[in-house]
């Protein structure tokens, strides 16, 4: 096993996943016996489709709110959305770059380069859609990246942690959906509160998933977000962020925010 030897002409991430295999194939210790096929995380090793593989998909050591993720009442393809971003895996272009696509790094909303956390937090986009949000939460900052995001949601709105699952995918999503439209259709966002909108229908359609009380208490978080479509209220919101509709439009020109 020591005499392997990898073609050097591999690409590097390809080479890298090679030596990667190498290391764990070393490490496994052949025995005389037939072969035994065992399922890691299922009772007695045996494979079940529902039970054994969400204990998969939410173990600890897959990432920190993976449980969460996958406990959430949305979609499925939002859920894989969600896992997607907490491993770093959904099509940016930082992420296309390294599987060597060979267009511009910057983002389709500011002069930035696009990676996960820029797209969906740090551009002046993204930051006006957290403030409005942060705004009818009572919250006096916004979270920077999607791992702060829980922590962020925690902080604020402690008592509604079931709710969590819900309005952060629901921003992430809208925010992705908005950034598609503009990089497949050429649609020019107008405002960010445009994507507030879209996330506030998501979770408005979400909430047929929840009963009684929670429903209510989600369809007025829901209202209480769409007051601020309302006549002039978004600048009250935007203006502590970025002082004027004439500034945040053109720092979101430039893809700045200081």
């Known amino acids: 096993m020591h005499d392997f030897k990898i073609n050097p002409q591999l690409v590097d991430g390809w080479r890298d996943d090679w030596l990667n295999i190498l290391d764990d ?37 897959c990432g920190t709110y993976h449980k969460k993720i ?16 907490s491993n770093n895996a959904i099509l940016t272009k930082d992420n296309m770059i390294k599987r060597k696509w060979l ?4 983002c389709y909303f500011c002069s930035l380069d696009e990676t996960i956390s820029h797209l969906l937090f740090q551009c002046s986009t993204a930051k006006a859609v957290w403030a409005i949000t942060a705004h009818c939460l009572g919250a006096q900052d916004i979270p920077t990246n999607f791992d702060h995001c829980w922590l962020w949601a925690e902080k604020w709105l402690p008592s509604g942690e079931k709710f969590h699952v819900l309005g952060i995918p629901a921003i992430c999503w809208a925010l992705w959906k908005t ?36 429903r209510k208490a989600l369809e007025d978080g829901v209202n ?21 509709l004439s500034r945040f439009r053109a720092r979101r020109r430039r893809g700045t925010t200081s």
């Open 224 to 244: 209480a977000c769409m007051k601020v479509k309302t006549g002039r209220h978004w600048r009250t919101v935007l203006t502590p962020c970025f002082g004027s």
């Open 103 to 106: 267009g511009e790094p910057t």
């Open 179 to 214: 950034r598609n439209q503009v990089c497949l259709k050429g649609k020019a966002i107008k405002h960010p509160v445009s994507i507030v909108c879209c996330a506030c229908a998501l979770m408005s359609y979400w909430a047929g998933l929840y009963e009684g009380e929670d």
């Open 70 to 85: 996958w406990k959430s009442r949305v979609p499925a393809k939002i859920e894989i959305f969600l896992w997607l971003i």
């Open 25 to 61: 194939v070393v490490k496994v210790n052949l025995e005389e016996g037939v072969d035994i096929l065992s399922w890691e995380f299922g009772p007695k090793g045996r494979f079940s489709v529902t039970k054994s593989v969400y204990n998969a998909l939410s173990n600890n050591e």
